[in-house]
């Protein structure tokens, strides 16, 4: 055996996996080095700014005369107002005052990104529009600001821009360059006179907005492991197969460390060409930051790799470890062969476990969305808002109880809320759990679950509940009219009314919407005697679908608070704007209605109660079948394993077992260990998995138990008689 003939051991298969992982790692890296280009942004002038004001609840009337007030101060006092707003695909930076005094400047990667020339360029011009970036268009574009792959686009407007575009002024403000206590005290004494709120208003956050993570960072992640577990089989497969080969080597001279250089040596370079390749495609297309993509690239070498050198000396140990005597007269290392199995096979299989134990949330939201439909089917044909886009208002508004979307939504429905088929209803259900853990944070609490339902009159009439005139025009006059069932009486009548009046009046604010409720204030309670089953909206399948005793909020536009007005435009079954049917929809939302009341850009999408659970359902099986496939990934791995376990097993005992196969030996008492290992593993696994009461997860289980001992007991039995037959 010489030089040449080792080197063509080497297989393409173990060439393209670490490509692959070369690749994923230069990715994984590339989108840390993202996160660190838009932390620049996000953490920009935080050093400098010790105060900060939250804008929460302004009211509309008041939003011009505070703008004017900041811009006039932050000139006086010399500081810099800032306030921040990442929408995902923008990220957007609004800036009012002055930078006289402040240091501004912004590097990344060694090049610098802002300074005071471009900020003074934006707080300058006379252009209302005008950005550093080109989020408002290239028009009113004073100077670029480099784009990074998979980062938001980056622009740095007028404090006024920027509150126009979100529609809000609610949000975060940092006084850059304010630094004593007294200005602070003295802007907020101010914004209180003009506005009339709290001053601890003004410096807490009301709001704010979570990160569901980094879908594709953890893709990545899972790739890179999946190629590292590849290239680990494959070498293993590799010195298992050649281990008499090496010995025969250390024979004519060669050391261990010879043979596994030689081996590793073509893997060290197609890693550092591919490492190269990409550093170089990388800081062609980003040459404003080219310290950066270089250093990426020497570090996508670096991490492949520490990450292949530690793949490959881990299955090399099998060399490693074995004496040489042991190599030249083919001897195997099989405690630690068989521990690596073991604990490889039981990492996998600890994976199954906890993707099984996952999927069956999924599986049982399929369940309870299926029974679901059964107890919808007397309203699947209402329409509910499935969907909605925030067009031209931002996502922030939504929290604005004073904002444009919340006005325009209020404003179209409080025009058709007499017409039939246009419906207001919801229900929240107080379950026991509820009432324990809320008790502390009102003044009474009923001690019995309840439902209230919030329903308009004419969706009242459609179900045969009665309303007087009397109580029509209460609730046009702004009263909130509730209907308590005569069952609630005594002191648990009392509670009730006490909870009700406080839970619905919680929370409101003089810069909310103004209505007749919001400024008077006023209940009136009646009683009435249930004669039928009343159908309840409660969306989750463990709550009541229907009652003979629900206490009835009758709801109409001039006694709604903010919390009916923001249920307007919420999606899905709690959602409370409704219609009777499409035909209904569609004269209400035509598009001159749309647009009237400035909703053409939001999209609403409507849904059958049906087509919406068929929706939820249809996404649900997708995330089902997105787990399978993981599953499928998983046992088909472990099927490998098995596969290359019985390769060993056969490898490592060849002798033993064709003695005792001449013996007599049964095939189960050939094969104990193996059989024992994977039986002993899947056994503890079905186990933890019917523990945790996972019905679907103990049917994979045991069909994951069955196709491994199958495959095992068939690559046995076909090999190793085959090769037998060879062999003699």
């Known amino acids: ?78 500081f810099l ?89 609610r949000g975060s403000y940092q006084l850059v360059g304010v630094n004593d206590k007294q200005t602070y005290d003295n802007i907020i004494n101010q914004l209180h006179k003009i506005t009339d709120i709290e001053k601890s208003d003004f410096t807490f956050v009301q709001s704010g907005s979570a990160s569901n993570g980094d879908l594709l960072k953890d893709s990545i992640i899972l790739g890179i492991i999946l190629t590292s577990c590849g290239l680990l089989a494959f070498f293993l497969i590799v010195f298992l197969n050649n281990l008499k080969e090496y010995g025969n080597l250390i024979l004519l001279g060669w050391s261990k460390k010879d043979i596994l250089f030689k081996i590793f040596k073509p893997y060290l370079v197609i890693l550092s060409l591919t490492a190269l390749f990409l550093c170089v495609f990388s800081t062609i297309f980003n040459l404003r930051f080219p310290l950066s993509f270089i250093t990426l690239g020497i570090k996508t070498g670096i991490v492949t790799s520490f990450i292949f050198s530690l793949t490959f000396f881990c299955a090399a140990s099998l060399v490693i470890i074995s004496k040489n005597i042991a190599l030249i007269k083919g001897y195997y290392p099989k405690k630690l062969i068989y521990s690596f199995f073991f604990g490889f096979y039981l990492l996998l299989t600890s994976v199954v476990i906890g993707t099984c134990l996952y999927i069956d949330q999924p599986a049982n939201s399929i369940s309870e969305t299926a029974t679901q439909a059964h107890q919808w089917h007397t309203v699947s044909k209402m329409e509910v808002l499935a969907s909605m886009d925030s067009g031209n208002d931002s996502v922030r508004s939504y929290a604005d109880t004073s904002s444009k979307i919340n006005r325009d939504f209020y404003d179209l429905y409080r025009h058709y809320a007499n017409k039939d088929g246009v419906y207001f209803v919801n229900s929240f259900y107080a379950s026991k759990t509820y009432i324990e853990q809320m008790t502390d944070g009102y003044k009474e609490m009923p001690s019995h679950p309840f439902t209230i339902l919030t329903a308009s009159p004419n969706y009242l009439r459609t179900i045969n ?225 019917l523990i945790s009461h996972s019905k679907i997860g103990v049917l994979i289980e045991i069909l994951n138990l069955i196709l491994q001992l199958l495959i095992f007991y068939l690559a046995l039995k076909t090999h190793f008689a085959q090769k037998m037959i060879e062999r003699n």
């Open 1 to 78: 055996m010489n030089k040449r003939t080792l080197t063509k051991r080497t297989s393409l298969v173990g060439y393209a996996l670490l490509i692959l992982q070369t690749f994923l790692i230069f990715l994984w890296l590339l989108l840390g080095l993202r996160d660190q280009y838009i932390s620049t942004w996000t953490n920009y002038l935080n050093d400098q700014s010790p105060y900060t004001l939250y804008l929460n609840n302004i009211p509309p009337t008041k939003k011009d005369e505070i703008l004017a007030y900041l811009n006039q101060v932050s000139h006086q006092k010399n």
């Open 81 to 169: 107002l800032v306030r921040k707003e990442n929408n995902d695909d923008l990220f957007n930076i609004g800036v009012m005052g002055t930078p006289k005094t402040i240091d501004v400047q912004l590097s990344f990667g060694g090049q610098s990104l802002l300074d005071k020339s471009k900020i003074n360029k934006v707080l300058q011009s006379s252009n209302p529009n005008a950005s550093i970036g080109q989020a408002n268009g290239t028009i009113n574009q004073l100077a670029p600001i480099s784009s990074f792959w998979f980062s938001p686009l980056i622009t740095v407007s007028k404090l006024e821009s920027l509150v126009k575009n979100e529609d809000t002024l």
């Open 465 to 689: 509940f009665t309303l007087s005139n009397q109580v029509l025009k209460a609730t046009q006059n702004g009263i909130r009219v509730i209907y308590l069932p005569d069952n609630i009486s005594g002191a648990e009548k009392r509670k009730t009314i006490s909870y009700i009046k406080e839970s619905m009046q919680e929370g409101i604010r003089s810069s909310d919407i103004s209505t007749k409720f919001t400024r008077s204030r006023k209940f009136k309670f009646i009683t009435y005697y249930p004669q039928k089953s009343i159908f309840l909206w409660n969306n989750t399948p463990q709550e009541p679908t229907v009652s003979n005793s629900p206490i009835i909020y009758v709801a109409s536009p001039e006694n709604f608070s903010f919390v009916e007005i923001g249920n307007l435009f919420a999606s899905g079954l709690g959602g409370s704007f409704k219609f009777k049917n499409s035909a209904v929809r569609k004269q209400v939302l035509s598009p001159d209605n749309l647009s009237k009341y400035h909703l053409a850009d939001n999209k609403l999408n409507f849904a059958t109660v049906q087509q919406y659970i068929d929706g939820v359902q249809k996404s649900l099986w997708q995330t089902l079948a997105m787990f399978g496939l993981v599953i499928i990934l998983l046992i088909i791995l472990l099927i490998l394993l098995v596969g290359v376990l019985a390769f060993t097993y056969k490898k490592l005992n060849y002798e033993t077992l064709l003695i005792k196969q001449f013996l007599g030996f049964s095939f189960r008492q050939l094969y104990t260990l193996p059989f024992i290992m994977i039986s002993t593993i899947n056994g503890g696994a079905l186990l933890i998995i």
